[in-house]
């Protein structure tokens, strides 16, 4: 499964102490297709820093439901049971 999106952040070394400039950047991000998250559901966010480019990684995928046993067989999310009205 390929990732929702992937930004690569360069260190700003223009960056002096007391200005408001963030300490990562990039200003020639383009998105390759539509990425549209929807309320409620989870994703998967990681960032890493890249020592040899002086650079920070960012990935986002959608979450992935998590297998059972060794089986494949993806755990569902409990459902709640439906509240029953008992009368007194």
Known sequence: M???MRMRLFKNKNREPGDNKPPY???NFTVQERVVL???VSYSVGLWRDEKN???NLRL???QQQMQGGGGTPVQPKQQE???????
Do not use: H, Q, R, Y
């Open 61 to 63: 995928d959608e979450k």
């Open 54 to 56: 002086d650079s920070l």
């Open 38 to 40: 929807e309320p409620g």
């Open 25 to 27: 950047s990039n200003s």
């Open 2 to 4: 390929s990732a929702l």
């Open 82 to 88: 439906p509240e029953v009205d008992i009368p007194f």
